[in-house]
């Protein structure tokens, strides 16, 4: 069983390496164009663990009970796909072998779903996955979040509920699922470690039944006293 406090320790001499070595963000607001969100300043929780942890499953449950839009960033990149769009087929081999598909067609896509949706509050589900994501984000839209959920569960529970997911997925095989929990300790706990350095991380122990991690995760949204 990982132990994710170990795992953030040691992807934290990585992440202090990206930061120094100031390659963090590639803005693709160079021109100052402004994002389209920046008038509609919605609120933002992202959803962060890693594959398999219960992101989706609990994110169904908040919007239910806290009226929030659920927005997957991997649902927008198979939509993406599915739809026979020019980045389709990067798209699909990306998510094959378990690797992040460059932030600028994610971001492109996490902005047009807030655009189309009148709801001002939105749960981000699986974003930003890397340091890339996270800055190009913040950079992009202007959006920091309000905070993040962060559903710590072990590789061999989310390995034995990948396997179980049955929906078809290409990547939902033994060897992309371990391609893409390397992916998320090389990549996404820097993230998860950035905004636990800002006080923003709300951690949910994921390896519970449903129900149980569903009543840590609504305490979490509970408005403070
Ligand atoms: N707490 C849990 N206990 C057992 N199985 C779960 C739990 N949460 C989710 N699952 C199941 O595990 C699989 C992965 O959950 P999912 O929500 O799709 O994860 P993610 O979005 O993080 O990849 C699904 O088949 C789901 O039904
Ligand atoms: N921000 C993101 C989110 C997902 N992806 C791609 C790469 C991921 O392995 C796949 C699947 O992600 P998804 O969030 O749907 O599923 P898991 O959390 O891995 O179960 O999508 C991405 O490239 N960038």
């Known amino acids: 069983m990982l132990n994710i406090s170990r795992q953030i320790s ?20 160079k021109e100052g164009s402004k994002s389209v969100l920046s008038e509609k300043k919605p609120k933002v929780v992202f959803v962060l663990g890693g594959p398999g942890s219960g992101k989706g499953t609990q994110c ?37 072998e378990g690797i992040i598909v460059p932030s600028e067609v994610t971001i492109k896509l996490l902005e047009k779903a807030i655009m189309e949706n009148e709801n001002d509050k939105f749960l981000i589900d699986g974003f ?22 962060f559903f710590d569960c072990s590789e061999e529970e989310m390995e034995k509920r990948l396997l179980g997911r049955n929906q078809g ?36 122990d994921a390896g519970k039944p449903v129900g149980e991690v569903f009543e840590a995760v609504k305490a979490a949204f509970a408005p403070a006293k």
Do not use: C, W
């Open 10 to 29: 040691s992807s934290r001499q990585r992440f202090l390496h990206i930061e120094l070595m100031g390659t963090v963000v590639d803005s693709s607001n």
């Open 60 to 96: 169904a449950n908040i919007v239910e009970h806290f009226g929030y839009t659920h927005l997957s960033a991997g649902d927008l990149l198979r939509a993406e796909i599915k739809s026979g769009s020019k980045n389709g087929t990067m798209i699909q081999n990306m998510i094959s």
């Open 128 to 149: 930003p996955r890397n340091e890339e994501n996270r800055a190009a984000f913040e950079s992009v839209t202007g959006i920091i979040p309000e905070f993040v959920l």
């Open 169 to 204: 997925r290409v990547d939902d095989n033994i060897e992309t699922i371990r391609k893409r929990f390397k992916v998320f300790v090389d990549s996404s706990l820097a993230v998860i470690e950035y905004y636990n350095s800002k006080g923003k991380v709300k951690k949910i």
